[in-house]
């Protein structure tokens, strides 16, 4: 028996055809996967399965119930964890799970059976704001907070982007158990392992479904996506015997707890330096002290050579910063985007306008020059805020999780894009949850527990711990952590 049934569902939003012709089922209690690229309709779909959103056309049921006619029967039904976590951060662990069993009429202890598995990994927390929660540990508490009034059918919408791959494995752990319990889950991810764990999936793009299968099946049919061929890059053919980059025993204590605990480390002109570590392992922390938004406890730190310390404005004006929102102003224009942040930059007026047609030839972008940052493509957005924040040719340029979400295909060219720039002398200090990408690093460093535990390029890192890949080289340093960071 089939616990969804969509049908010839389509939906627009003005000229843009988010959903064309969608059709798929999902059996009582299978674990089906919804993948494809950003933009790609998956949101929408969900938020059709939800309620949330009328289909123009087409029917969708659950449990039996249809979409439309029977909102209310369904949304006491199903559990929906959306991409940016459903959580009120200024409210603590605990006020979050009682204000959702609230809204499904009931209570935490009449629900606390369906959440105890999960909830009880996090409750001792419960009086801690969930702002200031770590990447795992939000993933616990959205999904608690999804389960308490006991659903049938829980929707989960790339709920796993930004997470550490220890914590990733351990959420889907968490939906074996669901899925023992007879629970029908349909999850969305960029994750090729994750995909691995539906026991079938549907790939859409551009608002139609490619293609329904096994996962192996899907993933083999459209390599093309999913497993694109990797780059060559000769690793240190480009670094200079020179530091960007310089780091003794650094620290950053609140109070009692060192979030960073006594690192060292340098990174020379021209290296592309892959900083992982779990959720919590102090990675953010050490990158504001570098970037120079935030100061140390003790230690030293030179960067592009200025001290972190006492130059931190200098610091500013000599490196580059793109975060995993991507750093962009929707409502510019692409030009717009360019000259402001030229400005901010430092940049003179002539040399903006002159350095802004130079790259918008060199990234195809001259046609689209007025167009507004919003209507760009996901790939697009990504390659216009990596080259507006090297745009001022800085020394350095850090990258905070910046492909996060973002399909295999379009994160190796933007890979293209990070190689180009370490050829050009740009020393690139990225931090990524992408395994796959930690082995385009010239270095890597991990952290664990505020330390680095490990350093190395990865065939020696993977010779070191005798491991096949970075993952298992990752996930065999991170489950040696022992403060609770989560």
Known sequence: ?????????????????????????????????????????????????????????????????????????????VGYMPGKFSLYEDLTVEENLRFFADLFGTTVEEGYDSVR????????????????????????????????????????DEPTTGVDPVSRKEFWDMLGTLKQRGITIVASTP?????????????????????????????????????????????????????????????????SFHAVDDISFTVKRGEIFGFLGANGAGKTTAMHMLTGLNQPTSGTGRVVGYDIRTEHEQIKKHIGYMSQRFSLYEDLTVAENIRLFGGIYGMEEQEIARKTD???????????KNTLVASLPLGWKQKLAFSVSIFHEPGVVFLDEPTGGVDPATRRQFWELIYDAASRGI?????????DEAEYCDRISIMVDGK????????????KFNQPDMDHVFTYLARQA???SD
């Not at 139609?208 to 000769?234: M, Q, S, W």
């Not at 240190?236 to 609140?254: P, Q, S, T």
Request: glycine share 10%; with cysteine; hydrophobic share 40%.
């Open 482 to 484: 022992t403060r609770s």
């Open 191 to 255: 994750y090729l392992d994750e995909v691995r764990r539906c026991e079938r999936v549907a790939f859409l793009d551009q608002g139609k479904i490619r293609g329904i299968g096994a996962p192996e099946e899907i993933l083999e049919r459209f390599a093309d996506i999913f497993n694109p061929p990797g780059i060559d890059h000769v690793q240190g053919g480009e670094v200079k015997d020179e530091n960007v980059i310089e780091v003794e025993h650094l620290v950053k204590a609140f109070g």
């Open 427 to 435: 020393t690139v200090f990225v931090t990524t949850h992408y395994m």
């Open 117 to 156: 598995a999960i909830y009880s990994q996090i409750e001792r927390f419960k009086d801690r704001r969930a702002g200031a929660l770590s990447g795992g540990m939000k993933q616990k508490l959205a999904l608690s907070c999804a389960l308490v009034h006991s659903p049938s059918v829980l929707f989960l």
């Open 358 to 368: 130079e790259l918008l030839e060199r990234l195809q972008f001259a046609d689209h």
């Open 1 to 77: 028996m089939n616990a969804i049934e969509v049908n010839n569902v389509t939906k627009s939003y003005g000229a843009v055809r988010a959903l064309d012709g969608v059709s798929f089922t999902v059996g009582k209690g299978e674990v089906f996967g919804l993948i494809g690229p950003d933009g790609a309709g998956k949101t929408s779909m969900y938020r059709i399965m939800c309620t949330l959103l009328l289909p123009e056309s087409g029917t969708v049921t659950v449990d039996g119930f249809d979409a439309v006619r029977q909102m209310t029967d369904i949304r006491r039904r």
């Open 452 to 463: 680095i535990s490990a350093m190395g390029t990865p065939d020696e890192l993977k010779k």
